[in-house]
């Protein structure tokens, strides 16, 4: 069964940093992007960021574009999100979330955590 | 960047309605979008991808269709668990990006 596992959000000040982590288990994670969607309290779904499977290629949404920083450690199985100079938009619940295939350009996303909550305030 | 629109914002409708929700590209693309159901509380769920193509698991009521700008999410013969809020997502290109949301509630 696939699993992953969010953790490390916290209540943060404006201008502090975080690291997320995210556990995975049940695939081959060495074999999959992976990417990090968010959700504002009462909001819709943004995409942040993605990792290629080999954890050698980025992207990221402009709003964290030089902020954020993505990295996927699979000899640990675990996926990342450094976050720097959090804004009080930063706000929200932070979800990793797998693609339904390993082949490449797959983005489209059937397993998601449980989401880690992360509270910046100004 | 590729914006998504969904319409409408929200809809009323009862057991055993047709439901369809529609997405808008600000650009063409080929068949690289997906459908998500989210209720509250929950991570999102995958309902459609590859414009059609259904997700292992998801009931033949939920179908999607579309390429180009234009795409449509289909529920025929609504059922109470199909209340919840469903999200376009397209994966095209990067920034990848969802559409607004459409909220389904009970008439």
């Known amino acids: 069964e696939v699993q992953l596992l969010e953790s490390g959000g916290d209540l943060v000040q404006a201008g502090g940093s975080l690291t997320l982590s995210c556990a995975a288990s049940?695939?081959?994670?060495?074999?999959?992007?992976m990417s990090w969607v968010r959700q504002a309290p009462g909001k819709g779904l943004e995409w942040v960021s993605a990792?290629?499977?080999?954890?050698?290629?980025?992207h990221y949404a402009d709003s964290v574009k030089g902020r954020f920083i993505i990295s996927k450690d699979n000899s640990n199985n675990i996926l990342y999100l450094q976050m720097n100079s959090l804004r009080a938009e930063d706000t929200a619940l932070y979800y990793c979330a797998r693609p339904n295939s390993p082949i490449s350009g797959t983005r489209w996303f059937d397993s998601w955590g449980q989401g880690t909550l992360v509270a910046v305030s100004s | 960047d590729i914006k998504m629109t969904q319409s409408p914002s929200s809809v009323s409708a009862s057991v055993g309605d047709r439901v369809t929700i529609t997405c808008r590209a600000s650009?063409?693309?080929?068949?690289?979008l997906a459908w998500y159901q989210q209720k509250p509380g929950k991570a999102p769920k995958l309902l459609i991808y590859a414009a059609s193509s259904l997700q292992s698991g998801v009931p033949s009521r939920f179908s999607g269709s579309g390429a180009g700008i234009d795409f449509t999410l289909t529920i025929t013969s609504l059922q109470p668990e199909d209340f919840a809020t469903y999200y376009c997502q397209q994966g095209d290109s990067f920034p990848l990006t969802f559409g607004g949301g459409t909220k389904v509630e009970i008439k």
């Open positions: 049940g695939f081959s994670f060495s074999s999959y992007a």
């Open positions: 990792v290629g499977s080999d954890g050698l290629s980025f």
């Open positions: 650009q063409g693309f080929s068949s690289k």
